[in-house]
């Protein structure tokens, strides 16, 4: 994928808040829209109108509801290609899409690559463009997905997977949950100056009513716990949590991911 099929810019993608602490993303190019994870309709059809666009096209991420549950009314009134996991009956699904599909967005001059990055459900999917990543519940800022049907050694899979991307790939995660996770990572890696700093801005944002997303994958390996189980001041603390050293990075993945469950 080439940057000419990579239009959309920061500026063009807004969040939505929805429910207690959803996003639902907002991409507009021209008099045209598509919205990730859209769980609630009534907040698509206010900034629709407010902005004047046009939905053209619906990504879905996985099939939780706080996911999927405006897309039967926002299909029913503007008919956009919906695109989701394949292998889930998801309603008003148009189009399945899995590992490597292009999802071509062609009224926003977009396009994305499907990224299979089963964990949080076994058929989550993220969509990726040269510097944008739609990751749903997989990867959030200092966090991750809780397990709903997938393994840990998916999950671990899936992040490391997501963890090569460039370091400048905007994180654009479904939740905020950032203040919460970073109360936890400062408890798994005591350690991480980057990780303190990342608090105090968040902080201020969540203070002035902002969001604390996107994040960047750089950032996120640097103070992201879950990304960073090779780390030696994560692998201590887990074996302290636990009472027993992990062989291996995925050991610690999954005891971090318990404790993360509990905490």
Not at 1 to 20: E, N, T, Y
Not at 140 to 169: E, N
Request: glycine share 8%; aromatic share 6%.
């Amino acid at each position: 994928m080439d940057d000419q099929h990579s239009k959309i810019r920061s500026a063009d993608i807004i969040p939505l808040p929805a429910f207690r602490d959803n996003y639902i993303w907002l991409l507009r190019h021209g008099p045209c829209a598509a919205v990730v994870d859209p769980g609630d309709a009534a907040v698509v059809e206010a900034a629709l109108q407010a902005h004047g666009l046009r939905l053209v096209a619906i990504l879905l991420t996985h099939h939780h509801d706080d996911h999927i549950g405006g897309v039967a009314e926002l299909a029913a009134r503007h008919h956009p290609v919906v695109f989701g996991p394949a292998g889930e009956n998801i309603p008003g699904l148009t189009r399945r899409v899995g590992e490597g599909d292009e999802v071509a967005l062609n009224a926003l001059e977009q396009r994305f690559t499907v990224l299979a990055i089963p964990g949080h459900t076994t058929t989550h999917i993220a969509y990726h463009a040269p510097g944008i990543l739609f990751a749903g519940d997989t990867l959030f800022s200092a966090g991750c997905g809780r397990l709903f049907g997938g393994t840990a050694a998916q999950l671990h899979a899936s992040l490391q997977r997501l963890a090569q991307l460039p370091g400048d790939t905007a994180v654009y995660a479904a939740h905020e949950y950032t203040l919460a996770n970073l109360a936890f990572a400062r408890t798994a890696e005591p350690s991480n100056p980057a990780r303190d700093a990342w608090l105090v801005e968040c902080e201020a944002l969540r203070a002035a009513g902002r969001p604390t997303l996107p994040t960047s994958i750089a950032r996120e390996c640097g103070i992201n716990p879950f990304l960073r189980t090779d780390s030696p001041g994560v692998i201590d603390t887990v074996t302290a949590h636990s009472g027993q050293r992990p062989a291996n990075s995925a050991e610690c993945f999954a005891a971090l991911r318990r404790w993360k469950d509990v905490f």
